[in-house]
């Protein structure tokens, strides 16, 4: 793929020659996953099946926690009835095409989304249980997501919501401690962007927030090119997703799964 070549370089260059993003050369993403494929890619001279082969992992791994959700969400159902809901639905999300296509390649995708279902089923799991350290440990995965795409930081918000209202044994201080104490672990999982970004400000920020922007604009100025805005992916997402015929299992389920059980908890008649 066109895009692989960044996001393979980069580690390479830091296990070979000691080079880092920003500081000896651009880079256009947050840094995070470059340290994580340089310990893996040290061990070998294969660097794009490196990096492929933990984009395949992070993705089989969000297939197997998608699967385990749905089996504990099920768990009064009888065991037949639980492996044709969760299998399936696995099966079909498995299957998708937006998942097929951002899936497996050596990329930002894989290891963003695993970071950020973990820290959702962990931070659900804490808020209900009413136990700090895993709100906490929500905090340092979702931060370390953001630390492997920059577009992940508006996940913050629900995470942040949920803690304020979400049904829990926390009181109110609690929670504030909690969210505050989330924070603190974000930063630490940022603790890698945040030395780059103190090496290199002016490179740092142009390469996440400089560089989008005029590749906006750039593509603008082409007479066939149509600009991606961050609406525009969304709407160009949904559009994939809906003209897909397999895709409509998908929100059928997941229209029903809200009915049943999210539903009746906000209006119980």
């Not at 603190?184 to 290199?200: G, I, M």
Request: glycine share 6%; with cysteine; aromatic share 14%.
């Amino acid at each position: 793929d066109p895009d692989e070549f960044q996001f393979v370089a980069p580690p390479a260059l830091l296990t070979q020659d000691h080079k880092l993003p920003y500081v000896d050369y651009p880079y256009f993403h947050m840094p995070n996953l470059i340290f994580v494929q340089a310990i893996l890619m040290d061990w070998t001279s294969q660097k794009l099946l490196v990096a492929r082969t933990l984009s395949a992992a992070c993705g089989t791994a969000t297939i197997a926690l998608v699967f385990y959700a749905g089996w504990s969400l099920l768990r009064e159902l009888a065991d037949d009835m639980r492996w044709v809901i969760c299998g399936g639905l696995t099966l079909i999300f498995a299957t998708c095409r937006l998942f097929t296509y951002t899936s497996g390649n050596a990329w930002n995708h894989d290891t963003a989304v695993l970071c950020t279902l973990v820290a959702y089923l962990i931070h659900l799991r804490g808020v209900n249980a009413g136990k700090i350290s895993y709100i906490v440990a929500a905090g340092f995965f979702i931060g370390f997501a953001v630390g492997i795409r920059l577009s992940f930081a508006l996940a913050v918000i629900p995470f942040s919501v949920w803690l304020g209202i979400g049904a829990s044994p926390l009181r109110t201080r609690d929670r504030l401690r909690s969210l505050i104490a989330a924070m603190a672990a974000a930063t630490v999982a940022n603790l890698p962007s945040a030395w780059l970004a103190w090496r290199a400000p002016k490179q740092f920020i142009f390469g996440n927030i400089g560089y989008p922007r005029l590749s906006k604009l750039y593509y603008q100025t082409l007479p066939d090119a149509h600009a991606m805005t961050f609406v525009s992916k969304i709407g160009s997402s949904l559009s994939k997703f809906c003209t897909d015929p397999c895709n409509l299992f998908i929100l059928v389920g997941f229209c029903v799964t809200i009915t049943i059980f999210v539903a009746p908890r906000f209006c119980p008649l």
